[in-house]
């Protein structure tokens, strides 16, 4: 029995392997083109999108004050850490107080002194008059007890002011921060002598990051583009894959000038900055959004860069890939502004470029969904 289901078995394997075989020729049969590749289109479209202009700017502290010592003396202690954030009031530094507590006290003394003798001055002031008017002393005595009173009120004015003043430079022996920032180094360490109005005064200084400022240049025909709208114009700061990283800055600075060795407008943008993520002398990329303009966005990703122009891959009516060079302007989010090169409605290809060939059928389909199942090529004869 086995001997007659061997010939049997040998035929159906070589049955198939001929009908594999016969499958292979007509796959690779001349004329028997593959299926159009399919790709993802948008449709071009006019709307009306900002116009924007990028540039790069330097971040700068919003105010920046130097510390320094209003009174001579010995510097104490420091009483912040290097780089730490402050608040306004903030006592940084305590120079020597005790000389200037003795002044206040010897003020004070001389304050009493004054009064003391502008209660004996009202006492002669008070008696001198009923004597004058009964004649038992001359006139001239009571103007003397008169003008001998107004005198030491001006006496206890002048102690009263020199008391506040010795008060006052008490006071500055504590060095206070007067806004809330970032503190610099300590450029006086604890036992150096301050000497009010000279160099040696100056302790540190204390950057307020939150706002930030950003400074940046804008060549002339980019500042025409945004002036009209400068005041309205929203500033974001972007980084280098084109992702937003801070959104409604605003434009606070416009100088009235142009730089003449560069060509270009100064400007400076103010953005929230309330976790010190800038710092003062950092570079950052900023975009500048102002009006509008009538103008097309199309994926990034559509737009091949060659060294003579940019272009972009359409589908055309007869369903073959048609080049077309564009002009763009700048980005918006993942999108680049199209400013001329296509028409309304052109079919603008997103995805597999590097497999396009001019002239080549394709299916399209709208970004997003699925393409569509190929037809069924005819047999090959």
């Not at 010592?69 to 290097?82: A, F, M, Q, T, W």
């Not at 060939?357 to 047999?379: L, Q, Y």
Request: proline share 7%.
């Amino acid at each position: 029995m086995s001997s007659r289901r061997l010939p049997v078995s040998r035929t159906l394997a070589l049955a198939g392997l001929l009908l594999a075989a016969a499958c292979g020729r007509h796959a690779s049969a001349p004329g028997a083109a593959p299926p159009p590749l399919a790709v993802a289109v948008v449709r071009a479209h006019f709307e009306q999108v900002p116009v924007s202009v990028d540039a790069v700017g330097q971040a700068a502290g919003s105010r920046q004050v130097e510390i320094r010592g209003r009174v001579n003396g010995i510097l104490e202690k420091r009483l912040y850490d290097e780089g730490a954030a402050v608040k306004a009031g903030a006592v940084l530094f305590l120079i020597d107080p005790v000389p200037y507590q003795l002044a206040v006290e010897d003020a004070k003394a001389a304050l009493q002194l004054e009064r003391a003798k502008r209660e004996l001055a009202q006492t002669d002031a008070r008696r001198f008059e009923p004597l004058a008017r009964e004649k038992a002393i001359s006139q001239r005595d009571l103007d003397t007890a008169l003008a001998t009173l107004r005198q030491s009120e001006a006496s206890i004015a002048s102690a009263e002011a020199k008391l506040k003043e010795a008060e006052l430079d008490l006071s500055y022996t504590r060095v206070t921060a007067p806004i809330a920032g970032i503190t610099g180094l300590a450029l006086r360490s604890e036992g150096s002598l301050v000497t009010a109005n000279s160099d040696s005064a100056l302790l540190t200084t204390l950057t307020q990051v939150d706002p930030i400022w950003v400074l940046f240049p804008l060549a002339e025909s980019d500042y025409a583009r945004v002036r009209a709208s400068q005041r309205e114009a929203r500033v974001q700061i972007v980084a280098e894959d084109g992702s937003i990283l801070a959104d409604h800055g605003r434009l606070n600075f416009a100088s009235t000038t142009v730089d003449p060795k560069m060509g270009a407008v100064q400007l400076r943008a103010e953005f929230p900055n309330p976790r010190a993520r800038w710092l003062p002398g950092q570079f950052v990329k900023v975009r500048v959004l102002a009006g509008a303009q009538r103008a097309m966005l199309i994926p990034q990703a559509a737009v091949l860069q060659t060294d003579q122009a940019r272009l972009v891959m359409t589908v055309g009516p007869d369903g073959k890939v048609a080049p077309k060079p564009v002009r763009t302007a700048n980005w918006i989010g993942q999108d680049v502004i199209v400013t001329g090169g296509l028409e309304e409605a052109d079919e603008v290809i997103v995805d597999n470029l590097v497999k396009l060939r001019p002239g080549e059928t394709v299916r399209p389909h709208p970004a997003g969904a699925a393409p569509a199942a190929p037809a069924p090529s005819a047999p090959g004869r």
